[in-house]
């Protein structure tokens, strides 16, 4: 520290012109390096995209059919109930496991071997760092995601039950309570027909999301009312125009940081994740990260461009200036449905604040005597930077929490998911550890105690590296996005409560910026493997019958494999068919007329 503040007498005294970059970031600067970009795929290499298109087009079509069992159907109002052909997977629960196992293994194997059309092989490409001699197209990325997309448009609510809180808590704003005070219970009634499907645990909790999200929600429940059906409907096309914002704004950064948008989209967007998640799963992170995504877009479109901010002689902002504005007010309001990515303000205000003449190397370098002669420019830069973002947010969330009529409540429920003991949550985890190995020894149960030193602890920890990260940004070491990425990845590891989907908060922005083998490879597997150990399973599930439906679901999609993907002897038959069937008929020999005349 003393050699941060120029303390140290032995230190060598550094001349004003000394602009060296701080040590932050050096590791993690390593995770990017620019890509190029290069030709479509052939036609051997497309018909094979073709056919990989299909097997994961087939495993979305079994989960869907596989939910009608296993999906989380509502307890009242069940759509499918006495309907004869689509109640059957709820009346054989084991094979709608086996199918929504398998169609899960399905879609995750088809992501694996697609990535070699988008990232490379990873065993040459992606391992060396290198980018492939070809990939799919921009437009062959969309429709495969469209395509895999589609059958879980229409499928029950997947792997978790929070749209039926969404549903209650919108229903309770609806009715003119306040969702920030008042549980599902206390509101509607432990009878109501969305209190029914609200699981236990939060049934007499109060809403822990932003007053956007919930004025949506309200808005739909004011056309359906009642109606879960309709109502799931409706979130899930809420959380397609957040998907759609990702679609948009995930390509845009990436070129902007040297990076192929068919990669950033293969990684990021159409990881098995979001779509078993944020489209199965119905979850408001979705919006979020799509607007936050987009605000980003348009501040780094604002910030990187050679435009003034404000017209010449003027206070009032130019056309790159309200770009900016709109920017900041977008992202601003995707902390309005949640909070989490209110952080990516903080890198934006650093990006323009190094517009501004803000840097690191005076904040760090400067002897103590001249620290403020050096260091003034970009101490204003800073200030006028989170001024301005903050009156942007300021102003965002007072119009948003009055304009909707919700207030300010949901700053008092920030903390409501920290009731769950999460086994992803590395604070969690190692208290909860701590705790039965406190048991076993007779001390008695503490984990609770544990839990409540260990999970601010955890909070302090991941602070100081995101101030880390921040530092390293202003240093110029590390692109803003890939900052909030390495941030927002900080945040996952060290959170009280964390969920699978919430991988998505880092491996999106990241997809965008980091390229280096280490992190492609780790999002890879870690991403794979929780998309399959996250299994559409019930509390009252035996081991015996899960083990039963994952040896099944295996076995399916070996067979599948092999009838996509193997020379089989019924794919040769049907190509000697189809190649007799396409050739012209034999022609039928006339007879000779001069020699029957003759004869």
Sequence with gaps: MRDYLGLTPSRPRPDRGDQRRGDYGKAVARLHD????????????????????????????????????TGQIPVLQNPIAGVRVLSLPSRMWSTALTLSIGGTIMLVVAWLLIGRFAVGRFSVEVLNGRSPQRRMTRRQADRTLMLWIAPIIIAPPLLSKDIYSYLA????????????????????????????????????????????FLWLGKGITAVTGDNITAAIFLHRLLALFGIALIVWAL?????????????????????????????GGIHNEALMLGLMLVGLELCFRAIYSSDRLRKPGSMWPSAAGWTLIAGAAVMSASAMVKVTSMLALGFIGIALAQRWGATLPALRHAPIGEWWQRSRRSVAALAASGAFLGIVLIVVMGV???????????????????????????????????????????????????????????????????????????????????????????VVVFLPFVQAWYLLWAVIPLAAWATRPWFRLTTIAVSAIIAIVVMPTSSNTSGVVLAQGLLAGVIMVAVMTALFFEDLPIHRWWRNRRGTADADPP????PDVARVDAE
């Design 34 to 69: 620019d890509e190029r970009e290069v030709g479509p795929l052939n036609d051997q290499e497309n018909s094979r995209l073709t056919r990989i298109k299909l097997f994961g087009a087939t495993g979305s079509v079994l989960m869907l059919i596989g939910s009608l069992g």
């Design 169 to 212: 808590q919108s229903a309770i704003a609806h009715r003119g309570m306040d969702p920030y005070v008042i549980s599902p219970v206390r509101g509607l009634g432990v009878n109501d027909v969305l209190t029914r499907s609200v699981p236990n645990l939060w049934r007499d909790t109060p809403a822990p999301y932003g007053p956007l």
């Design 251 to 279: 390509p845009r950064l990436a070129r902007r940081c040297g990076v192929s948008s068919v990669a950033a989209l293969w990684l990021g967007a159409m990881n098995p994740l979001l779509i078993l998640h944020l489209v």
């Design 400 to 490: 948003i929490s009055a304009g909707t009529g919700l207030g300010f409540g949901w700053t008092k429920t920030l903390s409501t998911g920290d009731v769950v003991r999460s086994w992803m949550s590395m604070p969690t985890l190692l208290s909860v550890t701590t705790g039965r190995l406190a048991l076993l020894l007779g001390l008695g149960d503490q984990t609770q105690a544990i839990l409540e030193v260990g999970r601010p602890l955890g909070e302090l920890v991941a602070a100081v590296f995101i101030v880390r990260w921040m530092l390293a940004c202003l240093a110029g070491r590390l692109h803003p996005l890939g900052a909030l990425g390495v941030s927002m990845a900080t």
């Design 587 to 590: 022609q039928e020999r006339k």
